[in-house]
């Protein structure tokens, strides 16, 4: 992809500086030499980003961005702007996608700003298409959300999906891990054949064996039938070991040599059956910890870690919480019901420990239970309710504070930490730190 970017300025050394320095590194570069004569562009191009000059004759840039946002909520913008203009960037800031450079426009730092937008807007392609092909196939998942943490997270599902790699899924309860897991199979080339779960923390230990691999008739007491193992029954497709941090150490010895040698047996037969699975695992646990403890096998560790995923907590990206309320709203209501305004940011406010799962519960229950066709304040369950008291000691009501202002600096940032701590004026360390300490991380 080539991005196509429209540099606006009035003056005319300035355009063709700029026009003349993109080309270089391999943009198309349209420009304009007025406000009126760039939306009249914008309005007949797919044009990704808009370098604007804020101080023209005609039409100030944040006129023209506001415009420009209208045709397409998704322009980005760089603002170029007179030196030392902070009230200047501060209107224009409220509009948002947006970023900024001061004059002289330093060209290492435009491309590199170009760059990152760059980055961005493929994030968001990825992000994209995961959604087009969920509504194109008439898949049976719903995917809710579009904060960045999101984005990522689909546009990473878009690369990992078509792929035949084992992938970990890893998140604290709640957060979609089993979502997740459908989605990449649905996804991919196996989408048409059997996506099989197994929930590891479910089956007795001694049933284990025999629910992977299958058995013979005979092979034990009770084994009236030959029966197949979930891994068989899965061939072709994929399997979905869930909770694999519950599997039992000489349990992960066996499902290593399942995935080394891509065979298995029955209990009670030497012969080995060859099967074609692709392996999804997910997890609450921390498996590294595990692995350098010495209850998790560090080679399986491995195996199961090829790919990544991580879901984040519901209180990392506050930004989904209105988006699937919304959505779990709609699911559950029988009548024409909506959130106040008061109910809405108390639930934004809340912090979600058993994440997408207990937001929904608490849609459900709050919904059903309620009177009138407005979901108040008053209507929601008292652990949402009691969040917005501040009561305690001193230490306790620092505590909560310190946690709040960290909360609020990693959402800004989308949890990225060192953004997060710049804001804070600390250390990432010293916020790492804080975060164990305040239990702010799994
Ligand atoms: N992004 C999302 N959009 C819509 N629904 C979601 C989303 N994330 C999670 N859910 C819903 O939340 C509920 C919990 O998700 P899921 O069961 O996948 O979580 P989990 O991480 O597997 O939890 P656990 O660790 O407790 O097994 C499900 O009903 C799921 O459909
Ligand atoms: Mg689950």
């Known amino acids: ?13 300035q355009r063709d500086m700029l026009k003349g320095f993109l080309e270089k590194q391999g943009f198309r570069v349209l420009t304009a030499t007025n406000g009126r004569e760039a939306i009249e562009l914008f309005k007949d191009l797919p044009l990704q980003l808009v370098l604007l000059d804020h ?34 960037a501060v209107k224009v800031m409220k509009l948002g996608a947006v970023d900024f450079m001061e004059k002289p426009v330093n060209l290492t730092d435009l491309l590199e700003q170009i760059q ?8 968001e392609e990825e992000a994209l298409a995961v959604t087009a092909s969920l509504e194109q196939q008439n898949l049976p998942v719903n ?6 943490a999101m984005t990522r997270l689909l546009s990473m599902v878009q690369r990992i999906a078509p792929s035949p790699w084992t992938v970990l899924i890893r998140g604290e309860t709640g957060t979609g891990k089993e979502l997740f897991a459908h989605l990449i199979h649905l996804l991919s080339p ?74 298995i047996s029955r209990v009670g037969s030497e012969k080995d059956i060859s099967v074609d699975v692709r392996l999804i695992t997910a997890t609450n646990r921390n498996l590294k910890d595990m692995a350098d403890k010495g209850t998790f096998r560090e080679d399986l560790y491995y195996r199961l870690h090829v790919l990544e995923l991580e879901l984040a907590p519901l209180r990392l990206r506050k930004n989904d919480i209105k988006e699937l309320a919304e959505y779990f709203l709609e699911k559950f209501s029988f009548r024409p019901i909506k959130f106040s305004t008061d109910a809405m940011t108390m639930l934004v406010k809340y912090e979600f420990p058993g994440n997408v799962r207990e937001l929904e519960h608490i849609v459900q229950r709050t ?42 600096a990693l959402e800004k940032h989308d949890g990225i930490q060192t953004r997060a701590a710049e804001e804070l004026g600390i250390s990432e360390r010293v916020l790492r730190y804080k975060m164990g300490k305040l239990k702010l991380k799994d």
């Open 143 to 148: 995917i809710i959300g579009s904060s960045t």
């Open 367 to 408: 919904v059903t239970l309620a009177r009138g066709s407005v979901i108040l304040p008053s209507d929601l369950p008292t652990e949402v309710r009691s969040q917005t008291r501040v009561t305690g000691t001193l230490d306790q009501r620092l505590k909560a504070l310190e946690k709040e202002m960290i909360n609020q």
């Open 55 to 88: 101080k023209m004759p005609d039409m100030t840039g944040d006129n023209v961005l506001a415009k420009m946002l209208e045709i397409n909520p998704h322009v980005r913008a760089i603002m170029i702007t007179a030196y030392g203009a902070v009230d200047t």
């Open 190 to 263: 196996r989408t048409g054949e059997p996506f099989i779960e197994v929930n590891c923390a479910a089956i007795p230990e001694n049933l284990f064996e025999s629910e992977l691999f299958g058995h013979e008739k005979g092979a034990f007491t009770g084994a009236n039938n030959m029966r197949k193992g979930r891994f068989e029954l899965a061939s072709g497709g994929s399997i979905f070991l869930d909770e694999v941090g519950e599997l039992p150490l000489n349990l992960q010895a066996k499902l290593l040599r399942t995935l080394q040698e891509k065979k």
């Open 1 to 13: 992809m080539s991005l196509k970017i429209l540099v606006v300025d009035d003056e005319q050394i």
């Open 116 to 123: 990152t937008i760059e980055h961005d807007l493929i994030v």
